[in-house]
């Protein structure tokens, strides 16, 4: 797709006008419930479970291993230093979420296709 | 700066744009409920727990779905909207299709005209598990027959030999099927199987099944079958139930009062 000037200015202004509706209208907050079960309760985990620079680059090894394992063995994984998390994709989407095209940007660059989309949901199926 | 340079810049920013967007909180985050680490034991003892559901037919209404809908909600359990590519973890269905066996082909209407809630068992024998050839379907640790859907090859061997067919095989793509997208649950793919997981993952947050929690008359009652002082064990012990199918020694979880 081209995009002109004109879609920017566009874009540009829907942007701004939604950015200033949302910080200056109070009740605005997270409210919105996306189904009758899912309430806004706090995301899994604050931390990463392991360095990011290892995630980078073995994020697939340990998915897969949690992929493996998850299901039969629903003991939490514990990392080195004994923090603990489910053996879950929600685990990392808790944070990971927040940028619709955290999984998406880099696996379209490397043209990796998981298939974990094809049954969970990925932050972009998300309503 | 040549065209294409241009485009990549233009797109990027509006990249960075969304980035904006999503830290003025204008973009919602996920809704994932906190699981509650201390829930889980590090030493999963099979035998001390056997997870059991008791259904009183006394009190279920004619005619209500709350709970089927409940469970249809919390799984994204697809509705095809037709008998062949019927897909249900939980269902209503006529007396005599459940109890088949219960030789009271002659009984009143009163005893078995109703609908009754019918769903996988839970066999503390489950002929599912022993069919399945890459261990796809096994029975957990607390009693749970449980599907890992990742192993499923979709041979349907389970689904033949369950007695109480309560497994359904994905024809279809079920995503377009579903009507109402709950986002904290995954949904199947084309050529697996899938049937009731006795809400697992709600029993890890230290929930009640959703079917158990929707029903607005206490019709299900949940609990451990193994400890002895559970509100389960002693209606089981003050009533007189019966299981599906007894004659076949899958030892059943589900249990009803008629
Ligand atoms: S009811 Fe059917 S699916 Fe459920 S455990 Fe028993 S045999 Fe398996
Ligand atoms: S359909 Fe899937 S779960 Fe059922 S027996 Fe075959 S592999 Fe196992």
């Known amino acids: 797709m081209k995009i002109t000037k004109r879609d920017i200015v566009i874009g540009l202004l829907v942007l701004s006008a939604l950015v200033a509706l949302r910080v200056f209208w109070p009740t605005a907050k997270a409210e919105k419930?996306?189904?009758?079960?899912?309430?806004?309760?706090?995301?899994?985990?604050?931390?990463?479970?392991?360095?990011?620079?290892?995630?980078?680059?073995?994020?697939?090894?340990?998915?897969n291993e949690w992929r493996n394992t998850g299901a039969r063995d629903s003991r939490p994984y514990?990392?080195?230093?004994?923090?603990?998390?489910?053996?879950?994709?929600?685990?990392?989407?808790?944070?990971?979420?927040?940028?619709?095209?955290?999984c998406i940007s880099c696996h379209q660059y490397a043209n990796a296709k998981p298939t974990c989309w094809n049954c969970h949901?990925?932050?972009?199926?998300?309503p | 700066m040549n065209e294409e340079r241009r485009e990549f810049i233009k797109k990027t920013s509006i990249g960075f744009l969304?980035?904006?967007?999503?830290?003025?909180?204008?973009?919602?985050?996920?809704?994932?409920?906190?699981t509650d680490a201390s829930l889980w034991s590090d030493k999963n003892i099979a035998g001390t727990t056997r997870w059991g559901m008791l259904i009183d037919?006394?009190?279920?209404?004619?005619?209500?779905?709350k709970c089927v809908d409940a469970c249809r909600l919390a799984?994204?359990?697809?509705?095809?909207?037709?008998?062949?590519?019927?897909?249900?973890?939980?269902?209503?269905?006529?007396?005599?299709?459940?109890?088949?066996?219960?030789?009271?082909?002659?009984?009143?209407?009163?005893?078995?005209?109703?609908?009754?809630?019918?769903?996988?068992?839970?066999?503390?024998?489950?002929?599912c598990a022993s069919a399945c050839p890459t261990q796809a379907t096994f029975k957990r640790f607390d009693g749970i027959v449980a599907l890992d859907y990742h192993r499923c090859t979709g041979c349907r061997s389970c689904m033949a030999s369950c007695p109480y067919g309560a497994i359904s095989f994905?024809?279809?793509?079920?995503?377009?099927?579903?009507?109402?997208?709950?986002?904290?649950?995954?949904?199947?793919?084309?050529?697996v199987v899938e049937k009731c997981n006795f809400c697992s993952e709600r029993l890890l947050k230290g929930k009640l099944p959703a079917c158990v929690e929707s029903c607005p008359e206490k019709t299900l009652t949940f609990g451990n079958l193994n400890d002895p002082k559970s509100e389960i064990r002693l209606l089981l012990e003050k009533n007189q139930t019966m299981q599906r199918k007894p004659e076949l020694g899958t030892l059943p979880s589900v249990f009803y009062i008629i």
């Open chain 2, 170 to 191: 994905n024809w279809k793509e079920p995503r377009p099927a579903i009507k109402a997208i709950n986002d904290i649950y995954p949904t199947r793919e084309m050529g």
């Open chain 2, 18 to 34: 969304a980035g904006i967007g999503v830290s003025s909180g204008l973009f919602l985050n996920f809704l994932l409920e906190k």
């Open chain 2, 75 to 127: 799984h994204n359990v697809p509705d095809f909207g037709n008998a062949t590519h019927q897909i249900a973890w939980l269902q209503k269905s006529p007396y005599r299709e459940v109890f088949p066996t219960s030789g009271e082909d002659f009984a009143g209407k009163e005893r078995t005209g109703k609908s009754v809630p019918s769903l996988c068992n839970h066999c503390a024998d489950p002929p």
């Open chain 1, 121 to 126: 949901l990925s932050p972009l199926d998300k």
């Open chain 1, 33 to 63: 419930i996306a189904s009758p079960i899912a309430k806004a309760t706090p995301i899994d985990s604050t931390v990463c479970i392991a360095p990011t620079e290892y995630m980078r680059s073995h994020h697939m090894q340990l998915l």
């Open chain 1, 78 to 102: 514990v990392t080195a230093d004994g923090k603990k998390f489910q053996k879950s994709l929600d685990t990392c989407l808790g944070c990971h979420s927040s940028n619709t095209y955290f």
């Open chain 2, 57 to 65: 037919m006394r009190k279920c209404i004619d005619g209500c779905q």
